[in-house]
């Protein structure tokens, strides 16, 4: 057992980062994620913003509402650079179904943060992971479901989203 953890401790120590260029990476990261997100009516942010109810039939003659749901995509109008994609699910039986909300951000189209907070009555679960490059640098969670796959669908999702919102904005150019 003392070998095993001194072997961690080892790898961990010799790693291609070290904590402080992880820590000012991750810095760097949220300064860049905060000024755009504050600037946005100045800089070249493009966004769309959908939103609505989802609902399921009763007794095959009414319509409830069971859920509601928003997703915003936001990108550089000047070099259609990808900067944001975010999805939220909410539904009203929380016993029944757990909330869902996620957050990608890209700087260079190329993902760099990923937020992710599942919650239901019994449990809360949240994912923060931070990327250079394809690299994954940094992951805090409780998710005891957590996959790096999971995460790699997610993105390829939301460049599809953010590919078709950039095509179809361009198209009523």
Do not use: C
């Amino acid at each position: 057992m003392k070998t095993l953890l001194f072997l961690m401790s080892f790898f961990l120590s010799n790693s291609i980062y070290s904590q402080e260029d992880v820590v000012s990476y991750i810095q760097s990261i949220e300064k860049y994620i905060y000024d755009h997100e504050q600037d946005s009516l100045e800089s070249d942010l493009t966004f769309v913003e959908a939103s609505g109810f989802i609902t399921k039939k009763k007794f095959k003659l009414f319509r409830r509402t069971i859920d509601g749901f928003s997703e915003y995509t936001a990108w550089n109008e000047n070099n259609n650079q990808y900067f944001n994609y975010w999805y939220g699910d909410n539904y009203l039986n929380k016993r029944k179904h757990e909330d869902l909300y996620f957050s990608l951000y890209f700087k260079d189209n190329q993902l760099v943060k990923y937020v992710k907070e599942v919650e239901n009555k019994k449990y809360a679960y949240k994912t923060t992971a931070y990327f250079k490059g394809k690299e994954l640098i940094s992951v805090e969670t409780n998710d005891p479901n957590f996959s790096l796959e999971k995460i790699r669908k997610d993105e390829v999702k939301a460049v599809e989203i953010l590919d078709s919102d950039i095509k179809s904005r361009e198209k009523y150019k």
